[in-house]
């Protein structure tokens, strides 16, 4: 693939967006190539998480105006659905993805970074969903993760004034977890992954399916699906591992993801 590189470091599966003459704008081939690395993520037992990230100076500046440009309602409609599947398939993947958005995260590059189950900024990030300016709505789930994460009065405002937002902003309103140094951004998200492939990858896969699962059903509905997974969890060698551990009081545990 030349347009998203993908590298595997022990357990951790680096991808970047690849396109920095285009400020890692997304077009169809990015989105398709997209689509392809996310499947080999997911079929390597041996990476348990991943980090998104983009090269130069932008995480992902927004989806191609050039391509946009001529699209008609029908070819409009067509691309939202095909980046909208993309990034649901990246959402709904059993293994955590952290964004390191180092750059512009503006328009697409925005709502990618909202498909993600972490977002790391560097000090350099900019958000926002700019789209309104340009005669537009955000296509690729916008108008749904900015407000389940920053709230409905934020998400309306970045939306409806198309503003950019800084990285200090972004963390005070919740749409990123911590701000680095752009040079520090890239090792402290390969910590964060680390310390999740330190733990149980079932108990992993099953927190985030349960809260992934939840965010979009009732109280009572998302109980029940943390009491199924927790029941999975206590059938797991893993279980016996972790508890046993803790009743020796052992630091090091011998997970075997089964």
């Not at 970074?113 to 900019?126: E, V």
């Not at 099953?206 to 927790?230: H, L, V, W």
């Not at 969890?233 to 016996?240: L, N």
Request: aromatic share 6%; charged share 25%.
């Amino acid at each position: 693939m030349a347009l998203i590189n993908l590298e595997v470091k022990e357990h951790v599966a680096v991808l970047t967006v690849n396109r920095p003459e285009a400020l890692n704008a997304l077009n169809t081939a990015v989105l398709e190539e997209l689509d392809k690395a996310i499947d080999a993520v997911e079929a390597n037992d041996e990476v348990y998480a991943a980090i998104l990230t983009g090269e130069g100076r932008s995480f992902v500046a927004g989806a191609d105006i050039a391509e946009m440009k001529g699209f008609s309602a029908v070819d409009g409609k067509k691309f939202g659905v095909h980046g909208g599947n993309v990034f649901l398939k990246l959402e709904n993947m059993s293994k955590p993805v952290i964004a390191a958005v180092n750059g512009f995260a503006l328009g697409g590059g925005c709502e990618l970074a909202m498909a993600c189950d972490i977002r790391l900024a560097s000090d350099k990030a900019r958000f926002g969903q700019p789209e309104v300016g340009l005669g537009i709505t955000p296509g690729f789930g916008g108008t749904q993760r900015l407000p389940r994460i920053v709230g409905v009065s934020k998400a309306m405002e970045l939306i409806l004034t198309g503003k950019t937002i800084k990285a200090d902003e972004a963390r005070a309103i919740g749409l990123v977890s911590a701000v680095y140094a752009s040079e520090e951004l890239m090792e402290e998200a390969m910590k964060l992954a680390n310390a999740i492939c330190a733990n149980a990858q079932i108990a992993v896969r099953e927190s985030k399916r349960c809260i992934r699962m939840g965010m979009q059903a009732d109280i009572y509905t998302g109980a029940a699906f943390e009491a199924e997974a927790f029941g999975v969890c206590c059938g797991t060698e893993d279980k016996d591992e972790g508890m046993g551990a803790f009743l020796e009081k052992r630091e090091e545990k011998h997970f075997q993801n089964k």
